[in-house]
């Protein structure tokens, strides 16, 4: 599916990449390490962060809840920090008060 979304033309404005445990993945015996090659294939030439094993998703243990479509900085210049730039849900509108006639 990478390869498929990278030849479509949809890695064009990725700025990095964050990949979970990757938990029950791949065939008994088979290192999670030949998974990480392939992913890696599929974003040579781009020039961008690539992290592995953040704790998202189904995972072993508890972790983050990742909202989709907002905005986030991934930073790795100084151990890996993914800060969220948005809020991943609306403010609940304030309860509007009638007087009573």
């Excluded at 990278?6 to 890695?11: D, E, P, Q, S, T």
């Excluded at 189904?58 to 800060?83: C, F, I």
């Excluded at 849900?89 to 009638?98: D, H």
Aim: net charge positive.
């Amino acid at each position: 599916m990478l390869f498929h979304l990278k030849r479509a033309g949809k890695f064009r404005q990725i700025k990095g990449v964050v990949f979970g445990e990757m938990v029950g993945c791949g065939q008994a015996g088979t290192p999670l390490d030949a998974l990480r090659e392939i992913i890696l294939d599929a974003f040579q030439g781009l020039d961008i962060p690539i992290v592995f094993g953040v704790r998202f998703g189904h995972t072993t243990q508890k972790g983050l809840t990742l909202p989709l479509g907002v905005r986030a900085r991934l930073s790795v210049d100084n151990g890996t920090h993914l800060t969220l730039l948005e809020p991943a849900v609306s403010p609940r509108p304030k309860a509007v008060r009638r007087k009573a006639s």
